[in-house]
């Protein structure tokens, strides 16, 4: 069983910058991938970033340049640092790991981008 305990997330103005965090814990022998997916009422849930076991990541067009993600594979977590926020990138941000072939989900944090 894996877990996942995401933290972070906020309201802030646009402009602003907020670090997202989740660690996994549980029976993890190796993480392929590790990304963040957002949701906005009334939308379907998006690919934000992930990032590889060999560092490799992939952005979303809508936050390419103000986005970093990166990982501790050490502490199996996964960071997303987020510059420059816009009202639209408000939304409830969920972690996302692959473990073999199974998927898991954190319970996701709001964040909140005020103009």
């Known amino acids: 069983q894996v877990q996942l305990v995401e933290s972070g997330g906020g309201l802030v103005q646009a402009g602003g910058s907020l670090e997202l965090s989740c660690a996994a814990s549980g029976t993890i022998f190796s993480i392929n991938l590790m990304g963040w997916f957002r949701q906005a009422p009334g939308k379907e849930r998006e690919l934000v970033a992930f990032?590889?076991?060999?560092?490799?990541?992939n952005y979303a067009d809508s936050v390419r340049g103000r986005f970093t993600i990166s990982r501790d594979s050490a502490k199996n977590t996964v960071y997303l640092q987020m510059n420059s926020l816009k009202p639209e990138d408000t939304a409830v941000y969920y972690c996302?790991?692959?473990?073999?072939?199974?998927?898991?989900w954190g319970q996701g944090t709001q964040v909140t981008v005020s103009s």
């Open positions: 990032i590889t076991r060999g560092g490799n990541t």
């Open positions: 996302h790991i692959q473990v073999s072939s199974k998927t898991y």
